[in-house]
């Protein structure tokens, strides 16, 4: 009789996950620090967003790529492992090049290589649980996995501080480079993050593709019923899809170059982006035409709209949850330092103290996402898996909008407690529920075109705040933060919509 997968221990799930600890080394890094480094090299608050667009860009490409390609894949190192540890490579020394870039340019150009690279590593580890683990603890694989995010971003978001307090490394430069402290900070994270990886490459041993096929068997007379659309779409539904897309994205292209004066550049990248996924279909549409569908770019095309239903109504959620990340990420640096500190020099000591206590609030919800790992299980077990994340994401969308009411910026620490149960709750429920809709043949290409709904809204935040803030908000950015709060309530509201699988 065939056997359904074996539960793992407690220090088999860690050493699976642990790599995320690195993975997290570098994404932290990026997240607290791109900004800082961007505006070292002469950005300023109005083309931050441009700059920044390359990392949902390279996740949009690279995340459904590198899922299809190791779903098919089988080599000596595994099917996700091979992944891991390329990834882990390139990303390591894109962070220490990174802090060296001559010019703000190199810098843009250095982020896209490092955030495809960190792209490349990361999302093999969330398919990664639902190749290794059963059903039943699944959950606690993603709640390892949030274990060590918030771990890595803890020490990695604090290392510029930690380089100044405790190392005496200095945290100003010279106008049009970046300060030693955030240049060590990103020399340690290269180094941990590969350190990180290697351990789950050395550590843990995947199941072969024939065994895999034997639990997949058995596991399918258990769960006699999961929702898996087969619907094939056809050359006449890619054309139309894609007609309006293209007509829609040029027309805003239009009414964009006609009132450039009135509108923001960045809209552009919307326009660029509605036009591309027309094109897109179209592609798709010749392939079924050509009954030329046994490739990568087909599937990922027929897979994306034949998304289960839970994955589809989640969908939603991460769109609105995601929106508010990108815009902390983007526009913390400038709404503290200008609002809280009262300074836009970025070689003045009031901006360089006001960047440095970003890294600690970034520390700070990082942190709080460790014990909010703890805890959301027991209020899920409580309630459930929507009114959990309904709570969470609400306590994160508070958290965003007290940024305009607070002055003091001692007190943003207990706004950032918001953000982090909301952030825990971001990188676990939705895991959780996906995990157990999908069909594992297609699990890592379906984690990856989860990830569109993650980028989508970076790709909307980097098209539209920085229009916002300048046209709309007096050049004030921490109203960049008001608006992702109210989006993160409409996430958690959007939570009750979705069919929780039992």
């Not at 990026?30 to 950005?43: D, M, P, T």
């Not at 870039?101 to 982020?111: D, E, I, N, Q, V």
């Amino acid at each position: 009789m065939q056997q359904t997968k074996p539960q793992l221990s407690f220090w088999q799930i860690w050493n699976m996950c642990f790599g995320f600890l690195g993975i997290q080394f570098g994404f932290a890094l990026q997240n607290s620090n791109v900004s800082r480094i961007f505006e070292s090299l002469g950005a300023d608050y109005s083309n931050l967003a441009v700059l920044w667009v390359a990392a949902p860009i390279t996740g949009l490409v690279v995340q459904p790529i590198i899922g299809y390609l190791s779903d098919n894949t089988w080599n000596r190192l595994g099917r996700r492992r091979p992944y891991f540890l390329w990834g882990a490579i390139a990303a390591s020394g894109a962070l220490f090049i990174m802090p060296n870039s001559p010019t703000l340019w190199f810098a843009a150009g250095m982020l896209w290589i490092m955030d495809a690279s960190i792209n490349v590593s990361m999302e093999p580890f969330r398919a990664f649980v639902g190749d290794m683990l059963p059903p039943k603890q699944r959950a606690s694989g993603y709640a390892m996995q949030t274990f060590f995010i918030g771990i890595g971003a803890v020490v990695a978001s604090a290392l510029p501080w930690m380089m100044t307090n405790w190392f005496d490394i200095s945290n100003i430069a010279e106008p049009g480079s970046v300060a030693d402290s955030v240049k060590f900070s990103f020399y340690a994270g290269g180094s941990i993050f590969l350190l990180a990886v290697l351990w789950t490459v050395v550590s843990t041993k995947e199941y072969s593709p024939e065994q895999l096929a034997a639990f997949d068997a058995a596991q399918a007379q258990i769960d006699q019923k999961k929702d898996t659309n087969t619907t094939t779409r056809t050359q006449k539904q890619y054309t139309r899809g894609g007609s309006v897309f293209t007509a829609v994205g040029l027309i805003l292209l239009a009414v964009i170059y006609t009132n450039i004066d009135a509108l923001d550049q960045n809209l552009y990248i919307l326009a660029g982006g509605l036009i591309a996924f027309g094109v897109c279909q179209f592609v798709a549409a010749y392939m079924v035409h050509q009954q030329y569908t046994k490739n990568g770019f087909a599937q990922v095309m027929s897979d994306l709209f034949a998304m289960p239903q839970a994955m589809r109504q989640l969908a939603v959620v991460q769109f609105f949850s995601w929106f508010p990340l990108f815009a902390m990420w983007i526009y913390t640096n400038s709404a503290v330092t200008s609002h809280h500190f009262g300074s836009r020099d970025t070689s003045s000591v009031a901006y360089n103290e006001g960047a440095d206590w970003v890294s600690i609030l970034m520390a700070t919800y990082n942190g709080v996402s460790i014990i909010a790992a703890i805890v959301i299980p027991v209020v899920v077990r409580t309630l459930n898996l929507q009114y959990a994340h309904l709570i969470n994401l609400s306590l994160g969308g508070i958290g965003f909008i007290s940024f305009w009411f607070i002055r003091d910026p001692a007190w943003l620490v207990l706004a950032m407690v918001g953000v982090g149960f909301a952030w825990a709750s971001i990188l676990s429920v939705p895991y959780a529920i996906l995990a157990n809709v999908l069909p594992s043949n297609k699990m890592g290409v379906y984690m990856g075109i989860f990830n569109f709904f993650i980028v989508i809204p970076q790709i909307l935040a980097a098209s539209i705040l920085g229009f916002l803030v300048t046209k709309v908000f007096d050049n004030q950015p921490i109203f960049a933060l008001v608006i992702g709060g109210c989006s993160m309530l409409i996430a958690g509201v959007m939570t009750l919509r979705v069919k929780v699988p039992q």
